[in-house]
């Protein structure tokens, strides 16, 4: 399983960005799919999930209301829709696939992370 995402870049404080991740190769053997991020010089951190049979999805509090985690199964595409992005907001972002431990970030298949910075 490859999963490619993309869709960072630099915003300003208030902004909008659409994170994508394509996935491709064999079928996922786990029923879900998710975002995690970075910041810089900090430890990897869980941000959410979607199931993609039924969509239902799940976010961590500090993001409900102004982060939306979707997926369009017939592009095998997850998305991430950051909206009132806060300087906080800055790290990298990365999809994952097939995980035994979301709190731990134990993944077995990781896109390539791609950076959001948010200016003040």
């Known amino acids: 399983v490859q999963l490619q995402a993309s869709g960072g870049g630099l915003v300003q404080a208030g902004d909008s960005l659409r994170l994508s991740c394509e996935a491709s190769?064999?079928?996922?053997?786990?029923?879900?799919m998710g975002w995690f991020r970075q910041p810089p010089g900090k430890d990897r951190e869980f941000v959410g999930r979607?199931?993609?049979?039924?969509?239902?999805?799940y976010l961590i509090d500090p993001l409900k209301g102004r982060f939306t985690i979707s997926r369009d199964n017939a592009k095998n595409t997850l998305y991430l829709q950051m909206n009132n992005l806060k300087p906080e907001d800055t790290a990298v972002y990365y999809c994952?696939?097939?995980?035994?431990?979301?709190?731990?970030?134990?993944?077995?298949?990781w896109g390539q992370g791609t950076l959001v910075t948010v200016s003040s």
């Open positions: 979607i199931a993609w049979i039924g969509g239902s999805t």
């Open positions: 994952a696939a097939d995980c035994m431990d979301w709190d731990k970030a134990r993944c077995d298949y």
């Open positions: 190769g064999r079928a996922l053997s786990r029923s879900y």
